[in-house]
Protein backbone atom coordinates (compact mmCIF):
# COMPACT_ATOMS: atom_id res chain seq x y z
CA UNK A 1 0.00 0.00 0.00
CA UNK A 2 1.39 3.46 -0.78
CA UNK A 3 -1.22 5.32 0.08
CA UNK A 4 -0.33 7.59 3.46
CA UNK A 5 -3.19 7.54 5.94
CA UNK A 6 -4.95 4.94 4.55
CA UNK A 7 -6.10 7.98 2.20
CA UNK A 8 -6.77 9.63 5.18
CA UNK A 9 -6.17 13.59 5.26
CA UNK A 10 -3.90 15.28 8.37
CA UNK A 11 -7.07 17.30 10.34
CA UNK A 12 -4.28 18.76 12.09
CA UNK A 13 -4.91 19.41 15.94
CA UNK A 14 -8.37 18.15 17.36
CA UNK A 15 -9.90 17.43 20.71
CA UNK A 16 -11.80 15.15 22.05
CA UNK A 17 -15.75 16.05 22.61
CA UNK A 18 -16.88 15.81 26.15
CA UNK A 19 -20.41 17.12 27.54
CA UNK A 20 -18.87 19.52 29.88
CA UNK A 21 -17.82 21.12 26.51
CA UNK A 22 -20.84 21.53 24.54
CA UNK A 23 -22.08 24.67 25.63
CA UNK A 24 -19.03 26.27 25.33
CA UNK A 25 -18.43 24.81 21.58
CA UNK A 26 -22.26 25.78 20.60
CA UNK A 27 -21.64 29.30 21.57
CA UNK A 28 -18.62 30.18 20.55
CA UNK A 29 -16.98 28.66 17.19
CA UNK A 30 -13.66 27.98 18.82
CA UNK A 31 -11.16 27.25 15.69
CA UNK A 32 -10.64 23.68 16.44
CA UNK A 33 -9.41 21.38 13.55
CA UNK A 34 -11.44 18.40 14.13
CA UNK A 35 -13.38 16.37 16.82
CA UNK A 36 -13.38 13.26 18.24
CA UNK A 37 -15.91 11.70 19.72
CA UNK A 38 -16.78 8.48 21.83
CA UNK A 39 -19.29 6.41 19.55
CA UNK A 40 -21.02 4.88 22.15
CA UNK A 41 -22.15 8.27 23.55
CA UNK A 42 -23.92 8.63 20.63
CA UNK A 43 -25.09 5.89 19.01
CA UNK A 44 -28.51 5.49 21.02
CA UNK A 45 -28.94 9.06 22.13
CA UNK A 46 -32.22 10.87 21.10
CA UNK A 47 -31.19 13.71 22.97
CA UNK A 48 -29.31 16.77 23.61
CA UNK A 49 -25.71 14.90 23.24
CA UNK A 50 -26.72 13.88 19.48
CA UNK A 51 -28.47 17.32 18.91
CA UNK A 52 -25.51 19.47 19.66
CA UNK A 53 -22.91 16.38 17.80
CA UNK A 54 -25.47 17.25 14.38
CA UNK A 55 -24.60 21.06 14.91
CA UNK A 56 -20.92 20.27 15.58
CA UNK A 57 -20.64 18.14 12.72
CA UNK A 58 -21.78 20.66 10.44
CA UNK A 59 -19.36 23.08 11.46
CA UNK A 60 -16.04 20.51 11.96
CA UNK A 61 -15.02 17.70 10.61
CA UNK A 62 -15.96 14.65 13.35
CA UNK A 63 -13.96 11.10 13.58
CA UNK A 64 -15.46 8.35 15.54
CA UNK A 65 -13.74 6.69 18.21
CA UNK A 66 -15.07 2.91 20.23
CA UNK A 67 -15.03 1.26 23.25
CA UNK A 68 -17.11 -1.32 22.98
CA UNK A 69 -16.02 -2.99 19.86
CA UNK A 70 -14.25 -5.98 21.58
CA UNK A 71 -12.54 -6.92 18.53
CA UNK A 72 -10.36 -9.37 20.77
CA UNK A 73 -13.15 -10.97 22.53
CA UNK A 74 -13.73 -14.78 21.64
CA UNK A 75 -17.34 -13.50 22.10
CA UNK A 76 -19.12 -13.54 18.63
CA UNK A 77 -19.01 -9.90 16.96
CA UNK A 78 -22.00 -7.82 17.70
CA UNK A 79 -24.25 -6.58 14.50
CA UNK A 80 -26.67 -4.76 16.03
CA UNK A 81 -23.69 -2.68 17.88
CA UNK A 82 -21.84 -2.46 14.24
CA UNK A 83 -25.05 -1.51 12.50
CA UNK A 84 -25.62 1.27 14.74
CA UNK A 85 -22.34 2.12 14.57
CA UNK A 86 -22.37 2.43 10.28
CA UNK A 87 -25.78 4.35 11.07
CA UNK A 88 -24.27 7.38 13.02
CA UNK A 89 -20.57 7.43 11.38
CA UNK A 90 -23.10 7.87 7.87
CA UNK A 91 -25.40 10.01 9.59
CA UNK A 92 -22.57 12.69 10.73
CA UNK A 93 -20.12 12.20 8.04
CA UNK A 94 -17.21 10.53 10.11
CA UNK A 95 -14.29 10.50 8.24
CA UNK A 96 -13.50 7.03 9.83
CA UNK A 97 -13.81 5.04 12.77
CA UNK A 98 -11.54 3.96 15.20
CA UNK A 99 -11.23 1.63 18.10
CA UNK A 100 -8.70 -0.16 20.27
CA UNK A 101 -7.00 -3.62 19.80
CA UNK A 102 -8.41 -5.29 23.33
CA UNK A 103 -11.03 -7.29 24.63
CA UNK A 104 -14.09 -6.00 26.64
CA UNK A 105 -15.30 -8.69 28.18
CA UNK A 106 -17.10 -12.89 27.74
CA UNK A 107 -19.92 -14.73 28.59
CA UNK A 108 -21.80 -11.13 27.31
CA UNK A 109 -20.71 -9.24 30.18
CA UNK A 110 -19.06 -6.47 29.20
CA UNK A 111 -16.13 -4.91 31.80
CA UNK A 112 -15.86 -1.36 29.69
CA UNK A 113 -12.07 -1.73 30.13
CA UNK A 114 -9.80 -2.21 27.54
CA UNK A 115 -8.09 -5.27 28.02
CA UNK A 116 -5.12 -6.67 26.60
CA UNK A 117 -4.74 -10.05 24.48
CA UNK A 118 -1.87 -12.82 24.85
CA UNK A 119 0.31 -11.68 21.72
CA UNK A 120 0.82 -14.86 19.54
CA UNK A 121 -0.20 -16.31 16.43
CA UNK A 122 -3.86 -17.65 17.83
CA UNK A 123 -4.57 -14.20 18.63
CA UNK A 124 -3.42 -12.57 15.42
CA UNK A 125 -5.40 -14.89 13.52
CA UNK A 126 -8.38 -14.02 15.33
CA UNK A 127 -8.24 -10.68 15.21
CA UNK A 128 -7.70 -10.30 11.65
CA UNK A 129 -10.38 -11.85 10.62
CA UNK A 130 -12.49 -10.19 12.27
CA UNK A 131 -11.22 -6.88 11.58
CA UNK A 132 -12.04 -8.30 8.17
CA UNK A 133 -15.09 -8.95 9.31
CA UNK A 134 -16.17 -5.45 10.91
CA UNK A 135 -14.62 -3.78 7.90
CA UNK A 136 -16.68 -5.29 4.89
CA UNK A 137 -19.61 -4.53 7.65
CA UNK A 138 -18.95 -1.03 7.83
CA UNK A 139 -17.53 -0.58 4.04
CA UNK A 140 -14.65 1.49 5.54
CA UNK A 141 -11.04 0.79 6.86
CA UNK A 142 -10.46 0.13 10.86
CA UNK A 143 -8.41 1.88 12.32
CA UNK A 144 -7.16 0.59 15.65
CA UNK A 145 -5.73 2.23 18.90
CA UNK A 146 -2.64 0.34 20.84
CA UNK A 147 -4.05 0.70 24.36
CA UNK A 148 -2.15 0.85 27.35
CA UNK A 149 -1.94 -2.17 29.33
CA UNK A 150 -0.63 -3.36 32.99
CA UNK A 151 0.00 -7.04 32.21
CA UNK A 152 1.10 -9.20 29.82
CA UNK A 153 0.74 -12.96 29.22
CA UNK A 154 3.20 -16.15 29.09
CA UNK A 155 1.45 -17.28 26.27
CA UNK A 156 2.77 -14.02 23.77
CA UNK A 157 5.55 -14.92 21.52
CA UNK A 158 5.48 -11.03 19.58
CA UNK A 159 6.62 -8.03 20.97
CA UNK A 160 3.27 -5.43 20.87
CA UNK A 161 4.95 -3.46 18.14
CA UNK A 162 5.88 -6.43 16.01
CA UNK A 163 2.01 -8.13 16.80
CA UNK A 164 0.45 -4.42 15.92
CA UNK A 165 2.27 -4.15 12.48
CA UNK A 166 1.34 -7.71 11.41
CA UNK A 167 -1.97 -6.90 12.36
CA UNK A 168 -2.45 -3.94 10.36
CA UNK A 169 -0.81 -4.81 7.45
CA UNK A 170 -2.86 -8.68 7.48
CA UNK A 171 -6.23 -7.00 8.05
CA UNK A 172 -5.34 -4.10 5.69
CA UNK A 173 -6.68 -1.33 8.61
CA UNK A 174 -5.28 1.63 9.85
CA UNK A 175 -3.73 2.46 13.18
CA UNK A 176 -3.89 5.21 15.73
CA UNK A 177 -0.50 5.50 17.34
CA UNK A 178 -1.32 6.73 21.07
CA UNK A 179 1.54 7.99 21.36
CA UNK A 180 1.37 7.87 25.69
CA UNK A 181 0.08 4.61 25.60
CA UNK A 182 3.21 3.52 23.85
CA UNK A 183 5.13 5.54 27.07
CA UNK A 184 2.91 4.25 29.76
CA UNK A 185 3.64 0.47 28.39
CA UNK A 186 6.31 0.54 27.94
CA UNK A 187 7.75 1.36 31.58
CA UNK A 188 4.98 -0.96 32.81
CA UNK A 189 6.71 -3.51 30.57
CA UNK A 190 10.25 -2.81 30.19
CA UNK A 191 10.53 -2.22 26.71
CA UNK A 192 11.85 0.72 24.38
CA UNK A 193 9.41 2.99 23.30
CA UNK A 194 11.36 4.32 20.48
CA UNK A 195 12.00 0.64 18.96
CA UNK A 196 8.29 0.84 18.93
CA UNK A 197 7.29 3.43 17.33
CA UNK A 198 10.28 3.02 14.94
CA UNK A 199 8.91 -0.55 14.15
CA UNK A 200 5.51 0.52 12.96
CA UNK A 201 3.92 0.33 9.52
CA UNK A 202 3.83 4.34 9.54
CA UNK A 203 2.41 4.32 6.46
CA UNK A 204 -0.62 2.86 7.87
CA UNK A 205 -0.92 5.26 10.98
CA UNK A 206 -4.06 7.33 10.36
CA UNK A 207 -4.04 9.17 13.76
CA UNK A 208 -2.31 9.82 17.20
CA UNK A 209 -3.48 10.42 20.77
CA UNK A 210 -1.51 12.23 23.51
CA UNK A 211 -2.73 12.65 26.76
CA UNK A 212 -1.33 12.73 30.59
CA UNK A 213 -0.67 9.89 33.12
CA UNK A 214 -0.22 9.14 36.67
CA UNK A 215 2.80 8.02 37.71
CA UNK A 216 2.48 5.48 40.88
CA UNK A 217 6.22 4.68 40.91
CA UNK A 218 5.99 0.97 40.11
CA UNK A 219 3.84 1.83 37.08
CA UNK A 220 2.18 4.51 35.18
CA UNK A 221 -1.72 4.32 34.80
CA UNK A 222 -3.25 5.65 31.70
CA UNK A 223 -5.33 8.63 33.54
CA UNK A 224 -6.20 11.24 30.58
CA UNK A 225 -5.66 13.58 33.52
CA UNK A 226 -3.72 16.05 32.51
CA UNK A 227 -0.39 17.44 30.51
CA UNK A 228 1.08 15.71 28.13
CA UNK A 229 4.69 15.04 29.29
CA UNK A 230 7.83 15.95 27.89
CA UNK A 231 9.05 12.42 27.24
CA UNK A 232 5.53 11.55 25.34
CA UNK A 233 5.98 15.01 23.54
CA UNK A 234 9.41 13.81 21.85
CA UNK A 235 7.99 10.62 21.01
CA UNK A 236 5.27 12.70 19.09
CA UNK A 237 7.70 14.19 17.37
CA UNK A 238 9.85 11.27 16.57
CA UNK A 239 6.10 9.39 15.27
CA UNK A 240 5.58 12.74 13.45
CA UNK A 241 8.50 12.46 11.35
CA UNK A 242 8.70 8.73 10.64
CA UNK A 243 5.14 9.62 9.27
CA UNK A 244 5.06 12.54 7.96
CA UNK A 245 2.16 13.77 10.48
CA UNK A 246 -1.23 12.91 10.95
CA UNK A 247 -4.32 14.01 12.61
CA UNK A 248 -3.49 14.36 15.83
CA UNK A 249 -6.06 14.94 19.15
CA UNK A 250 -5.34 15.23 22.63
CA UNK A 251 -7.48 13.24 25.16
CA UNK A 252 -8.11 14.56 28.57
CA UNK A 253 -11.25 12.93 30.76
CA UNK A 254 -10.84 13.38 34.23
CA UNK A 255 -10.25 16.51 36.05
CA UNK A 256 -11.06 18.20 32.79
CA UNK A 257 -10.07 22.07 32.16
CA UNK A 258 -12.08 24.57 30.30
CA UNK A 259 -11.86 24.46 26.44
CA UNK A 260 -9.71 27.12 25.98
CA UNK A 261 -6.49 25.09 28.23
CA UNK A 262 -7.43 21.74 26.46
CA UNK A 263 -7.24 23.02 23.41
CA UNK A 264 -3.97 25.18 23.98
CA UNK A 265 -2.61 22.14 25.20
CA UNK A 266 -3.68 20.31 22.33
CA UNK A 267 -2.37 22.88 20.31
CA UNK A 268 0.84 22.38 21.82
CA UNK A 269 1.36 19.12 18.62
CA UNK A 270 2.61 22.10 16.64
CA UNK A 271 5.51 22.73 18.37
CA UNK A 272 6.70 19.18 18.44
CA UNK A 273 6.97 18.63 14.48
CA UNK A 274 10.39 18.94 13.20
CA UNK A 275 14.09 19.11 15.22
CA UNK A 276 14.07 19.70 18.76
CA UNK A 277 14.03 23.05 19.69
CA UNK A 278 14.63 23.96 23.06
CA UNK A 279 13.39 22.06 26.57
CA UNK A 280 9.67 22.00 28.33
CA UNK A 281 8.97 21.82 31.60
CA UNK A 282 6.43 18.83 31.33
CA UNK A 283 8.72 16.32 33.24
CA UNK A 284 7.30 12.83 34.59
CA UNK A 285 4.19 13.94 36.92
CA UNK A 286 5.10 13.47 41.04
CA UNK A 287 4.33 9.91 41.98
CA UNK A 288 1.33 8.87 43.79
CA UNK A 289 0.97 7.17 46.76
CA UNK A 290 -0.22 3.76 46.17
CA UNK A 291 -3.52 3.84 48.28
CA UNK A 292 -4.78 6.85 46.05
CA UNK A 293 -5.58 4.59 43.46
CA UNK A 294 -6.58 6.01 39.72
CA UNK A 295 -8.62 4.30 37.13
CA UNK A 296 -7.59 3.57 33.87
CA UNK A 297 -9.42 4.70 30.96
CA UNK A 298 -11.97 7.33 33.23
CA UNK A 299 -15.55 7.07 32.68
CA UNK A 300 -16.02 10.98 31.46
CA UNK A 301 -14.35 8.77 28.80
CA UNK A 302 -17.09 6.43 28.23
CA UNK A 303 -20.46 8.14 29.71
CA UNK A 304 -21.84 10.76 27.65
CA UNK A 305 -23.07 13.74 30.51
CA UNK A 306 -26.08 14.74 31.83
CA UNK A 307 -28.85 17.36 32.31
CA UNK B 1 -1.76 -27.49 30.70
CA UNK B 2 1.32 -25.56 30.03
CA UNK B 3 1.50 -21.64 29.12
CA UNK B 4 1.90 -22.37 25.40
CA UNK B 5 -1.20 -24.36 25.14
CA UNK B 6 -3.22 -22.09 26.87
CA UNK B 7 -5.66 -20.56 24.37
CA UNK B 8 -7.03 -17.40 23.80
CA UNK B 9 -10.66 -18.50 25.31
CA UNK B 10 -8.89 -19.89 28.26
CA UNK B 11 -7.02 -16.79 29.03
CA UNK B 12 -10.20 -14.18 28.36
CA UNK B 13 -12.59 -15.98 30.74
CA UNK B 14 -9.85 -16.56 33.28
CA UNK B 15 -9.28 -12.99 33.43
CA UNK B 16 -12.40 -12.17 33.80
CA UNK B 17 -13.04 -14.15 36.68
CA UNK B 18 -10.62 -12.75 38.32
CA UNK B 19 -10.41 -9.50 37.77
CA UNK B 20 -14.07 -8.95 38.10
CA UNK B 21 -14.40 -10.53 41.72
CA UNK B 22 -15.12 -8.55 44.17
CA UNK B 23 -13.32 -10.08 46.96
CA UNK B 24 -10.14 -9.22 44.79
CA UNK B 25 -7.26 -10.98 42.84
CA UNK B 26 -6.72 -13.97 45.42
CA UNK B 27 -10.38 -14.60 45.44
CA UNK B 28 -10.99 -14.55 42.22
CA UNK B 29 -7.76 -16.88 41.64
CA UNK B 30 -9.83 -19.58 43.79
CA UNK B 31 -13.25 -18.60 42.53
CA UNK B 32 -14.59 -21.77 40.67
CA UNK B 33 -15.18 -19.49 37.46
CA UNK B 34 -11.10 -19.29 37.31
CA UNK B 35 -10.17 -22.29 38.57
CA UNK B 36 -12.47 -23.99 35.76
CA UNK B 37 -10.01 -22.33 33.27
CA UNK B 38 -7.00 -22.23 34.70
CA UNK B 39 -6.69 -23.71 37.98
CA UNK B 40 -3.59 -22.38 39.63
CA UNK B 41 -2.90 -20.26 43.05
CA UNK B 42 -1.79 -16.67 43.47
CA UNK B 43 2.38 -18.16 43.76
CA UNK B 44 1.35 -19.41 40.14
CA UNK B 45 -0.23 -16.57 38.35
CA UNK B 46 3.13 -16.19 36.59
CA UNK B 47 2.50 -19.35 34.61
CA UNK B 48 -0.38 -17.09 33.07
CA UNK B 49 0.64 -13.44 33.61
CA UNK B 50 4.22 -12.46 33.71
CA UNK B 51 5.85 -9.63 36.24
CA UNK B 52 6.98 -6.88 35.28
CA UNK B 53 10.80 -5.16 36.43
CA UNK B 54 8.89 -3.25 39.08
CA UNK B 55 5.47 -5.49 40.11
CA UNK B 56 4.40 -9.22 40.38
CA UNK B 57 2.23 -10.58 38.65
CA UNK B 58 -0.45 -10.16 41.58
CA UNK B 59 -0.04 -6.73 41.41
CA UNK B 60 -0.58 -6.10 37.51
CA UNK B 61 -3.79 -8.31 37.83
CA UNK B 62 -5.01 -5.98 40.57
CA UNK B 63 -4.56 -3.18 38.47
CA UNK B 64 -7.43 -4.15 36.21
CA UNK B 65 -9.07 -5.52 39.33
CA UNK B 66 -9.29 -2.44 41.40
CA UNK B 67 -10.24 -0.71 38.45
CA UNK B 68 -13.12 -2.56 37.38
CA UNK B 69 -15.18 -1.91 40.25
CA UNK B 70 -13.79 1.49 41.00
CA UNK B 71 -15.00 2.87 37.65
CA UNK B 72 -18.84 1.39 37.25
CA UNK B 73 -18.95 2.33 40.98
CA UNK B 74 -17.92 5.77 39.95
CA UNK B 75 -20.30 5.36 36.53
CA UNK B 76 -23.39 4.54 39.16
CA UNK B 77 -22.81 7.76 41.18
CA UNK B 78 -22.57 10.37 38.62
CA UNK B 79 -25.61 8.75 37.03
CA UNK B 80 -27.66 8.43 40.28
CA UNK B 81 -26.58 11.78 41.89
CA UNK B 82 -29.37 12.43 44.81
CA UNK B 83 -29.36 8.95 45.90
CA UNK B 84 -25.95 9.31 46.26
CA UNK B 85 -27.07 12.40 48.18
CA UNK B 86 -29.39 10.51 50.16
CA UNK B 87 -27.45 7.62 51.26
CA UNK B 88 -24.20 9.21 51.44
CA UNK B 89 -21.17 7.94 49.98
CA UNK B 90 -19.95 4.60 52.29
CA UNK B 91 -23.59 3.15 52.11
CA UNK B 92 -24.09 4.02 48.40
CA UNK B 93 -20.98 2.28 47.55
CA UNK B 94 -22.13 -0.48 49.28
CA UNK B 95 -25.39 -0.80 46.90
CA UNK B 96 -23.51 0.00 44.14
CA UNK B 97 -21.23 -3.13 44.54
CA UNK B 98 -23.78 -5.01 45.44
CA UNK B 99 -25.54 -4.30 42.27
CA UNK B 100 -22.51 -4.63 40.71
CA UNK B 101 -21.95 -7.87 41.18
CA UNK B 102 -25.90 -8.98 40.93
CA UNK B 103 -26.24 -6.73 37.44
CA UNK B 104 -23.21 -6.64 35.76
CA UNK B 105 -22.99 -4.53 32.36
CA UNK B 106 -24.03 -6.75 29.41
CA UNK B 107 -24.40 -3.41 26.95
CA UNK B 108 -22.23 -1.90 25.01
CA UNK B 109 -22.73 1.26 26.37
CA UNK B 110 -22.61 2.48 30.02
CA UNK B 111 -25.20 4.67 29.68
CA UNK B 112 -27.44 1.63 30.83
CA UNK B 113 -25.22 0.75 33.58
CA UNK B 114 -27.97 1.89 35.70
CA UNK B 115 -30.61 0.47 34.33
CA UNK B 116 -31.80 -2.13 36.51
CA UNK B 117 -30.27 -0.14 40.14
CA UNK B 118 -33.80 0.30 41.14
CA UNK B 119 -35.30 -2.96 40.71
CA UNK B 120 -32.07 -4.25 42.09
CA UNK B 121 -32.27 -2.00 45.47
CA UNK B 122 -36.24 -3.44 45.57
CA UNK B 123 -34.85 -6.72 45.53
CA UNK B 124 -32.30 -6.65 48.35
CA UNK B 125 -34.81 -4.78 50.91
CA UNK B 126 -33.51 -5.61 54.35
CA UNK B 127 -37.16 -6.81 54.71
CA UNK B 128 -37.87 -7.91 51.25
CA UNK B 129 -39.11 -11.19 52.36
CA UNK B 130 -41.71 -9.87 55.59
CA UNK B 131 -45.43 -8.91 54.46
CA UNK B 132 -46.20 -6.11 52.81
CA UNK B 133 -48.02 -4.21 56.14
CA UNK B 134 -44.52 -5.12 58.40
CA UNK B 135 -41.88 -3.62 55.89
CA UNK B 136 -39.99 -0.27 56.90
CA UNK B 137 -40.84 2.19 54.56
CA UNK B 138 -37.30 3.64 54.17
CA UNK B 139 -36.27 1.45 51.72
CA UNK B 140 -39.53 2.64 49.63
CA UNK B 141 -38.05 6.16 49.44
CA UNK B 142 -34.58 4.89 48.30
CA UNK B 143 -36.24 2.42 45.81
CA UNK B 144 -38.12 5.67 44.63
CA UNK B 145 -35.42 7.87 44.14
CA UNK B 146 -33.64 5.55 42.49
CA UNK B 147 -36.62 4.88 40.05
CA UNK B 148 -37.48 8.82 39.58
CA UNK B 149 -33.21 9.46 38.52
CA UNK B 150 -33.12 6.33 36.49
CA UNK B 151 -36.56 7.36 34.59
CA UNK B 152 -34.93 11.34 34.00
CA UNK B 153 -31.30 10.03 32.73
CA UNK B 154 -33.82 7.78 30.24
CA UNK B 155 -35.97 10.82 29.12
CA UNK B 156 -32.99 13.27 28.85
CA UNK B 157 -31.11 10.70 26.39
CA UNK B 158 -34.17 8.83 25.10
CA UNK B 159 -36.49 9.54 22.28
CA UNK B 160 -38.22 12.93 22.42
CA UNK B 161 -40.42 15.48 20.73
CA UNK B 162 -38.07 18.50 19.54
CA UNK B 163 -38.81 18.95 16.17
CA UNK B 164 -42.09 17.22 16.16
CA UNK B 165 -45.62 18.93 15.77
CA UNK B 166 -47.39 19.12 19.34
CA UNK B 167 -50.87 19.55 20.09
CA UNK B 168 -50.71 23.41 21.00
CA UNK B 169 -53.35 24.62 24.35
CA UNK B 170 -55.39 26.59 21.61
CA UNK B 171 -55.87 23.96 18.62
CA UNK B 172 -56.89 21.58 21.54
CA UNK B 173 -59.48 24.08 23.86
CA UNK B 174 -60.76 25.39 20.32
CA UNK B 175 -62.15 21.38 20.07
CA UNK B 176 -65.45 21.17 20.49
CA UNK B 177 -65.93 20.13 23.96
CA UNK B 178 -68.57 16.80 22.20
CA UNK B 179 -64.89 15.88 19.79
CA UNK B 180 -62.63 16.34 22.52
CA UNK B 181 -64.47 13.84 24.60
CA UNK B 182 -63.79 11.23 22.15
CA UNK B 183 -60.53 12.43 20.71
CA UNK B 184 -57.26 10.25 21.24
CA UNK B 185 -54.86 11.82 22.52
CA UNK B 186 -51.33 10.36 21.31
CA UNK B 187 -48.39 11.31 24.30
CA UNK B 188 -45.32 12.43 23.62
CA UNK B 189 -42.47 9.80 23.62
CA UNK B 190 -40.73 11.25 26.12
CA UNK B 191 -43.59 11.58 28.60
CA UNK B 192 -43.46 9.26 31.58
CA UNK B 193 -45.81 9.20 34.26
CA UNK B 194 -44.59 7.82 37.80
CA UNK B 195 -46.32 6.89 41.49
CA UNK B 196 -43.92 6.91 44.45
CA UNK B 197 -44.48 6.35 48.21
CA UNK B 198 -42.35 9.18 49.09
CA UNK B 199 -42.45 12.99 47.16
CA UNK B 200 -39.33 12.34 45.98
CA UNK B 201 -39.26 14.53 43.12
CA UNK B 202 -39.37 17.39 45.93
CA UNK B 203 -36.14 15.56 47.52
CA UNK B 204 -34.94 15.91 43.88
CA UNK B 205 -35.31 19.36 43.36
CA UNK B 206 -34.06 20.32 46.53
CA UNK B 207 -30.57 18.35 46.25
CA UNK B 208 -30.18 19.74 43.31
CA UNK B 209 -30.41 23.09 44.22
CA UNK B 210 -28.04 22.05 47.11
CA UNK B 211 -30.55 22.85 49.71
CA UNK B 212 -29.69 19.46 51.52
CA UNK B 213 -33.24 18.28 52.35
CA UNK B 214 -34.30 16.13 55.32
CA UNK B 215 -35.88 12.55 54.78
CA UNK B 216 -39.24 13.41 53.66
CA UNK B 217 -42.25 12.29 55.46
CA UNK B 218 -43.99 9.15 53.33
CA UNK B 219 -46.74 10.12 50.98
CA UNK B 220 -48.31 9.12 47.56
CA UNK B 221 -47.06 11.48 45.10
CA UNK B 222 -48.01 11.11 41.52
CA UNK B 223 -45.28 12.59 38.61
CA UNK B 224 -45.16 13.45 35.30
CA UNK B 225 -41.66 13.38 33.20
CA UNK B 226 -41.60 15.09 29.93
CA UNK B 227 -38.98 16.89 27.97
CA UNK B 228 -39.11 20.30 25.98
CA UNK B 229 -35.83 21.77 24.19
CA UNK B 230 -33.97 18.81 25.64
CA UNK B 231 -34.47 20.17 29.19
CA UNK B 232 -36.58 17.55 31.51
CA UNK B 233 -39.09 18.68 33.30
CA UNK B 234 -41.21 17.21 36.62
CA UNK B 235 -44.67 18.00 36.93
CA UNK B 236 -46.28 16.84 40.06
CA UNK B 237 -50.06 15.91 39.23
CA UNK B 238 -52.68 15.12 41.53
CA UNK B 239 -53.71 11.42 41.79
CA UNK B 240 -57.06 12.25 39.33
CA UNK B 241 -54.85 13.74 37.20
CA UNK B 242 -52.54 10.71 36.81
CA UNK B 243 -55.42 8.58 36.53
CA UNK B 244 -56.44 10.51 33.59
CA UNK B 245 -53.11 11.09 32.13
CA UNK B 246 -52.82 7.55 32.20
CA UNK B 247 -55.79 6.63 31.18
CA UNK B 248 -55.53 9.10 27.70
CA UNK B 249 -52.09 7.80 27.49
CA UNK B 250 -53.35 3.94 26.98
CA UNK B 251 -55.98 4.71 24.37
CA UNK B 252 -58.61 6.11 26.44
CA UNK B 253 -60.47 9.31 26.08
CA UNK B 254 -61.37 12.19 28.07
CA UNK B 255 -65.38 10.74 27.80
CA UNK B 256 -64.79 7.13 28.58
CA UNK B 257 -62.47 8.72 32.05
CA UNK B 258 -64.86 11.28 33.01
CA UNK B 259 -67.71 8.56 33.25
CA UNK B 260 -66.23 6.97 36.24
CA UNK B 261 -66.18 10.37 38.19
CA UNK B 262 -68.98 11.53 40.73
CA UNK B 263 -69.98 14.74 39.27
CA UNK B 264 -69.14 14.48 35.21
CA UNK B 265 -69.85 17.97 33.83
CA UNK B 266 -67.38 20.09 36.40
CA UNK B 267 -64.93 17.69 35.79
CA UNK B 268 -65.10 17.54 32.37
CA UNK B 269 -64.52 21.90 32.49
CA UNK B 270 -61.75 21.06 34.87
CA UNK B 271 -59.94 18.17 32.93
CA UNK B 272 -60.67 20.68 29.69
CA UNK B 273 -58.07 22.99 31.32
CA UNK B 274 -55.77 20.32 32.55
CA UNK B 275 -55.31 19.27 29.27
CA UNK B 276 -54.64 22.49 28.12
CA UNK B 277 -51.57 23.35 30.37
CA UNK B 278 -50.49 19.54 29.64
CA UNK B 279 -50.84 20.24 26.24
CA UNK B 280 -48.58 23.86 26.89
CA UNK B 281 -46.19 21.36 28.54
CA UNK B 282 -45.82 18.99 25.40
CA UNK B 283 -47.60 16.23 27.04
CA UNK B 284 -48.61 15.33 23.72
CA UNK B 285 -47.66 14.88 20.45
CA UNK B 286 -50.96 15.52 18.31
CA UNK B 287 -54.50 15.20 17.59
CA UNK B 288 -55.94 12.41 16.04
CA UNK B 289 -58.51 12.97 13.58
CA UNK B 290 -61.94 13.24 15.90
CA UNK B 291 -63.63 10.02 15.63
CA UNK B 292 -67.48 9.88 15.57
CA UNK B 293 -69.65 11.35 18.57
CA UNK B 294 -70.46 8.19 20.61
CA UNK B 295 -74.13 8.71 21.97
CA UNK B 296 -73.65 7.29 24.88
CA UNK B 297 -71.06 9.13 26.48
CA UNK B 298 -72.69 12.30 25.32
CA UNK B 299 -75.89 11.33 27.03
CA UNK B 300 -74.11 10.70 30.18
CA UNK B 301 -72.53 13.75 30.39
CA UNK B 302 -75.93 15.53 29.50
CA UNK B 303 -74.02 18.24 27.04
Redesign the interface.
Known sequence: MNTARLGHPNLGCGVGLRSVHFNYLLDSHPQVDWLEIIS??F???????R?VLDQLAERYPIVMHGV?LSI???EPL?FE?LRKLKQLANEIGALWISDHLC?T?????????L?P??LND??LD?IVERIRVVQDFLERPLVLENPST??????STFSEWDFISRMAIEADCGLLLDVNNVYVSSV???FDPVQYIESLPHERIVQFHLAGHTNY???L?DTHDGQVIEAVWELYRLAHQLTGGAATLLEWDAKIPDFPILHAEALKARDYVGAPTGSSSNREPEVIEPEA?A?????HF???G?? | MSEQLRDLETIEHWMQAVITNPAGIAGGLASETARQYVDISTDEIEKVVTRSGSLSAAARLAIYGHAYFARLQECLRVEFPILLHALGDELFILFALEYLKNYPSRSYTLNRLGENFPRYLAESRPDAGAPLGERESWPDFIVDLATLERAFAEVFDGPGSEGLSLADRDALLNIPIAELLCARLAPASCLRLLTFRYPVSQYFDAARKKENPDLPQPANTYVAMSRRDYVVRINELTQTQYELLSALTTGSTLGQFATGQPDQQPFVATARDWLGDWADKGFFQKLSEPEAVEPESTRMLSF
Not at chain 1, 150 to 155: I, M, N, T
Open positions: ENMDSRGRAHSGSIDYWGVNGLNTHDLVPESHYVAFAANHDGTHIFISTPIMMSGQ
